[in-house]
Structures are given as C-alpha cells and as structure tokens.
C-alpha cells in the first residue's frame, strides 16, 4: 500500500491549522474522515473550495492534530449523506436573463438546467444555513457579478462558478440571481437549525407561484415530509429573546448607553454550518465579573460599549462590574447616591438604579449578577452575535432580564485589582497563514508600527491605520476558513483584526493571527488607541 501523500499544514495562530489540498474530493474526504475520528480538542473543521481549517481547544494540542493530520490519505472518496432536500423554485429572478446569454442557453434551458440535475451541499459558506452545492449541469458555470449587491434577498437562488446556492438571509453579495423559494435555510427552533448540511443531496423544482407556510404551523408539530426529504418555508434567522419558563424578572434595563447586549462564551464548534464563536470579546474580564459574584465562569452578563449602561433591581441582587475602568452610582428611590468599587461585589437593592459612566481606560465594562442573566439559549448560548442576527437583541430602554437561580453552595469573590492596558497594547502573532501573498517585509512593517484603531471598528473587527502592507500576487483566495485574531488584508493594504463576531470564511489573506491569549486585551482597545504585533515564541506555532 502506498504512503498517504504529505498535506501542506499551515499555522492560523496558535489553535488552528489550515490543510491546503488539491480539489473539492480531497477537501471532502478529510472533513469526513474528522468528523468520524476526531483528534483530541477538535473544535471546528471549516471546508472550503481547495482547504480545510482545523481548530482545537488548547494550544497544546496543535501538535498532535497536526500529526493525526499527516495520517490521513485524502484521496480516499467521502461517503455522500442519504438526505434528500427538495425545493420548490419561481424562476423569475433578475439575472436570468443575463445568466441565459451567458451560458448561449434559453431561460427556459437554463431552469431546465438546475432543476434537471441533483446538487449537493459540500461545505458551508458566510452565512448561517448558506451552503455551496455542487454537481448541478456544468453549462450553467458563470461568474459572479462584477460589484456585489448591497442587498440580495432571502430565499433567492443563484450561481456563482460551479455553485449553487440559496440565500438563507438578506445580506450583500454577488451571486447571479436566477429564481426565489420560501425554503427555510435557518430555523433555530428545529433540532438540525440548518435544512441543508455538507453531504445534504438538493433537488430543485420550479412552480409558478410560492407557497409560504405561516411561521407558527413550523413550530407546532413541525412539518410533514416523506422519510428523508424536506419541504420549504420562511421563517426568521434568528429567535426572539423571550424570558425562560420559570425565571424571574431582575433587572430592568433604564439606559443601554451606545451599545450593549448579553454575552457568556459563546458558541464553539458550530463554524461548519457558518455560525462564529461570538460570545465576550474580553473573555477574561466576563470569567472576572462572574468569579466575584459566585457564578460558573461562562453565566451569561452584560458587555457595554463605552459606558453608560443603567439598571433597576426589581429584587435585591449582589452584581459586579469589570473590564473597562467606569465609576459606578448607585442611587435609591429617595435620592442617596452611593459608589461601588470596580471588581468587586456589591448589594443592589430592590428599586435602586446602577449607572456606569464613560470609561477613564478601556472601552467594555462586564456586568455580572448573581445568579446569572437567564434570557433564552440559541444553539447552547446566550450571547448576541452581531453578524449572523442569532441570539437576543442588544439591550434597549425597557428590557427585563430575568435571572438564573444562585450556583447552591458557591460564594461571592474577594475584590481584586483591575487590568491596566499598555500603550501601545503589545499583542502577540503567529504569521501565516498567507504571509506568502506579500512581500519580503511585510511581516516585519506588521511588528515594527504602531497601529491606531480606527474609529470604524466594532465586535467583528477592529480596523487599522498605518502604512499599507504590499501584496505581491494579484486576485484574490478562493473563501477559506478563518479564525478570531486573523489580520486580514484587503486590497487597501490596511489590517483588519478580526475579533468574536467575524465572517466563518474570508477571501482576502491573512498575514498573521494573533496567538488567543492576546486577544481579551484587544477588546479594549478604544477608537485612537495604539497597537504593536511582536512575533510570537517559536513554540506557539
């Protein structure tokens, strides 16, 4: 028997590994053979055109998943999944036509085309419940549109390439555009969320007019299918943040301030099906917060933008406040103020209102209470992904947050001291892994500039300013997997740190990414403030 050819490993930071291989086949086998036999840690296996991106818990771990990936032979074929999805399509979209002139097809063929030959799903793509399908008739190929629509709306069907492909939202993008469906790509609500998953068979058909089934008969008993098909409908991406059975009413929101939602640790290992981790940009500062008022480490709590948030107990609560340095007000109903400590437990009685100011150091303050926040779960979390829609809303004046039932036996923390940040804020990187898409001195520019963070940064990225790195290969990646800490590079030369809320896949290089340790203090980090990469001990890697 011959020896498995050896894989092109490529380091993304210091818990993930990015496979090069030669085709689709290739990339389908191995995500099978991970999915069967993971390695020890494996958290996210992310398929893309010609990759395969592999994270794992720990950095320690890196290690071994690299060896257990040079023991793989790719070559061997990928069993094909017995699921069937059938669609129900009106061919009427705005690209028809031009699809039609493209291929030298009538639009008539060119429907006759998609609905003729089965696809399947073979990996997932930006979005929850998008996913690329192959197989279709290959004299549908096309490219994509030249300047990508700001808006393409849900249920749309289109072509791009060799793909196929269902928009599971509203969202930008470039695809040709050739027909619509009420098919619900994303259901939160469904035990599988996602209708469509890598090895899921699809076959179209066309109808003259959509039949859309009402969002509460999805929900009450489900819908009736024949073994092993699915019917289309419309729902929303997202559920709704209702209060849980059984839980009480504890805080009421009297100012959100610019921008705060309910985060825990996220959402790990669920990249395949194009949800990121999301969860508190500054990890550190949530486990804090929860440690000082005697919660498990990853109880849901308030992150706020800049300062300014203000609550009501409605029922006396022990709450504590860290990451950003905010003085905090506590007034009572009759108008004495008083001024808790930062990183430390307090008492917030029943009517009493907690104010945070804006910030002295930092930008996003952790609010815990005891107890926990217990809004309702989405996919095993609480936190609200900015990007994907999933979870709660940001918080708004008004909004009651229940909370969970005190951890029996557990006591509050010992107040401890805040962290300081530096300036710059010094944050460790791994380079790769597309450091060979720019030139010779690219890395170095990247570690010897004072970044400043621009004012356009939010919990998908901080954007940098400075000089721009050069590029030296023209176009652009086919959309691979990325990671939070990637230092993506558009064409502007001009970094981008991608942070909890980022895209699952991207298709601009990434230079280097920042080793996962370093990444709490990078939420911190307000419009202005400066930061230095240094390269990272050869043993992160």
Avoid: K
């Amino acid at each position: 028997m011959s020896r498995p050819a050896e894989l092109l490993l490529r380091p993304v930071g210091d818990r993930a590994l990015l496979v090069e291989l030669p085709g689709l086949p290739e990339v389908l086998s191995l995500q099978a053979h991970l999915q069967e036999h993971p390695v020890d840690g494996q958290v996210d296996v992310v398929a893309a055109a010609c990759t395969v991106l592999v994270t794992v818990r720990e950095a320690r771990q890196i290690a071994a998943l690299a060896a257990h990936l040079r023991s793989i032979d790719p070559s061997l074929p990928s069993e094909q999944g017995d699921s069937l999805v059938t669609i129900e399509v009106q061919y009427d979209g705005v690209d028809l036509a031009d699809v039609a002139r493209r291929t030298g097809m009538s639009e008539e063929a060119v429907v006759s085309a998609h609905t003729g030959t089965p696809w399947v799903a073979a990996f997932g793509g930006f979005a929850p419940g998008f996913a690329y399908l192959i197989g279709g008739d290959p004299r549908l190929e096309v490219p994509r549109q030249d300047s990508p629509r700001t808006v393409v709306p849900a249920g749309s069907v289109a072509l791009a390439g060799p793909y196929s492909a269902v928009y599971p939202r509203e969202s930008p993008g470039g695809w040709q555009l050739i027909g619509r469906t009420a098919v619900v790509l994303w259901d939160t609500h469904r035990a599988e969320p996602a209708l469509i998953r890598p090895g899921t068979t699809v076959r179209f058909t066309a109808v003259r007019e959509l039949v859309e089934i009402p969002e509460q008969a999805m929900h009450v008993g489900g819908l009736s299918a024949a073994p092993g098909t699915a019917v289309a409908s419309v729902v929303p991406g997202s559920a709704a943040s209702t209060r849980p059975a059984g839980a009480q009413g504890g805080l009421t929101v009297v100012d959100p301030g610019l921008y705060s939602t309910v985060q825990d640790l996220g959402r790990p290992g669920l990249m395949d099906l194009g949800v990121a981790g999301a969860g508190a940009l500054d990890r550190a500062a949530l486990r804090q917060a929860n440690r000082l008022v005697g919660n498990p480490a990853g109880s849901a709590v308030i992150e706020s933008l800049n300062g300014g948030l203000a609550l009501e107990a409605e029922e006396d609560h022990v709450l504590a406040v860290t990451g950003a340095e905010v003085d905090l007000t506590v007034r009572t109903p009759d108008g004495v103020e008083r001024s808790p400590s930062l990183c430390a437990p307090f008492l917030l009685r029943s009517g009493e209102v907690l104010r945070q100011s804006p910030p002295v150091a930092g930008l996003r303050a952790y609010t815990a209470v005891r107890g926990g926040f217990a809004t309702e779960q989405v996919l095993g979390s609480r936190s609200t992904d900015s990007l994907s829609g999933l979870g709660p809303p940001a918080l708004a004046r008004g909004t009651a947050l229940p909370v969970g039932q005190e951890r029996p036996g557990s006591a509050v923390g010992e107040p401890e001291a805040p962290r300081r940040a530096g300036s710059p804020e010094v944050l460790r990187v791994v380079p790769g892994p597309r450091d060979d898409w720019f030139d010779d001195g690219a890395v170095a520019l990247l570690c010897s500039t004072d970044w400043a963070v621009s004012a356009q940064s939010n919990r998908i990225g901080l954007r940098l300013t400075g000089p721009a790195l050069t590029r030296t290969r023209e176009g652009e990646l086919p959309s691979e997997g990325t990671v939070r800490g990637a230092l993506q590079v558009p064409p502007s030369g001009l970094p981008l740190l991608f942070l909890a809320d980022h895209p699952v896949t991207g298709g601009y290089p990434v230079i280097a990414v920042v080793v996962s340790a370093d990444l709490d203090r990078a939420a911190q980090l307000p419009p202005g403030a400066l930061i230095r990469f240094a390269l990272a001990g050869s043993g992160s890697a």
